[in-house]
C-alpha cells in the first residue's frame, strides 16, 4: 500500500503563493500518475491537476491553468503543487493522489490518496 501525505497549506492572502508537497511511501512510487483534487466545504471534490510518472504529460483544471505549476521529484518521492496568484475561490482542502492507469482527471481513476491540507485564501 502506498501513504501520501500533504503538506504546505496555511492561510494566505489574495495575490499570495502557497506550496503544497506530497510525500510518498513506497518503491513503486516513481511508476504512479500523481495528481492534485481539492474540496471546499459543501462542494464535491474536483481536479486540480495531474503529471504522469515521467513528467511528459501534464494536465490543468482551466480555473488553475496559469496560476498552479505540477511537478515531482521521484528521487525524493514527491510531488507539488506551486500556487501562485492565489484567488478567495481556491480555498479548500487540496488531497494528492496517486493512480496506476493511464487516464487522468477523475477521482474514481485514482487508488490512493492522502489526508488533505487546508488551504485558506483571504479577501
Known amino acids: 500500500q502506498v501513504q501520501l501525505v500533504e503538506s504546505g497549506g496555511g492561510l494566505v492572502q489574495a495575490g499570495g503563493s502557497l506550496r503544497l508537497s506530497c510525500a510518498a511511501s513506497g518503491r513503486t512510487f516513481s511508476r504512479y500518475g500523481m495528481g492534485w483534487f481539492r474540496q471546499a466545504p459543501g462542494k464535491e471534490r474536483e481536479f486540480v491537476a495531474d503529471?504522469?510518472?515521467?513528467?511528459?504529460?501534464?494536465y490543468y483544471a482551466d480555473s488553475v491553468k496559469g496560476r498552479f505549476t505540477i511537478s515531482r521529484d521521484n528521487a525524493k518521492n514527491t510531488v507539488y503543487l506551486q500556487m501562485n496568484s492565489l484567488k478567495p475561490e481556491d480555498t479548500a482542502v487540496y488531497y494528492c493522489?496517486?493512480?496506476?492507469?493511464?487516464?487522468?482527471?477523475?477521482?474514481?481513476?485514482?487508488?490512493?490518496w492522502g489526508q488533505g491540507t487546508q488551504v485558506t485564501v483571504s479577501s
Open positions: 493522489a496517486a493512480r496506476t492507469g493511464r487516464v487522468a482527471g477523475k477521482e474514481e481513476l485514482y487508488d490512493y
Open positions: 503529471i504522469s510518472w515521467r513528467g511528459s504529460s501534464i
